[in-house]
């Protein structure tokens, strides 16, 4: 039905920078807020960033003023841009969409399969 194709992910040094991308692609009618989480080894997975349809953002207390989130909706894509970051950082990175496959029906979450950002000198 609904596919979530993530890109962008690797090696950084601390202090570098990556751009994640997610592209959602198959039967969609709306997407509504969509959304970054992580998971590090270990622990809980959890969420990072989310904008809405609106284009109103929040993020998690830890990577405010570093991250930005945003998306194109012409391209039911959404960004993830990682600046100054940190070996705490360090995890698989998933993204998330709320989307809406048919008339008839109601929204759905959908996720990616997750790329790997290590931050590590």
């Known amino acids: 039905q609904v596919q979530l194709v993530e890109s962008g992910g690797g090696l950084v040094q601390p202090g570098g920078s990556l751009r994640l991308s997610c592209a959602a692609s198959g039967r969609i009618v709306a997407i509504y807020a969509m959304g970054w989480h992580r998971q590090a080894p270990g622990k809980q997975r959890e969420l990072v960033a989310i904008i809405s349809s609106g284009g109103s953002t929040n993020y998690v207390d830890s990577v405010k003023g570093r991250f930005t989130i945003s998306r194109d909706n012409a391209k039911n894509t959404v960004y993830l841009q990682m600046n100054s970051l940190k070996p705490e950082d360090t995890a698989v990175y998933y993204c998330?969409?709320?989307?809406?496959?048919?008339?008839?029906?109601?929204?759905?979450?959908?996720w990616g399969q997750g790329t790997q950002v290590t931050v590590s000198s």
């Open positions: 998330n969409a709320n989307v809406k496959s048919s008339y008839i029906s109601g929204s759905s979450d959908y």
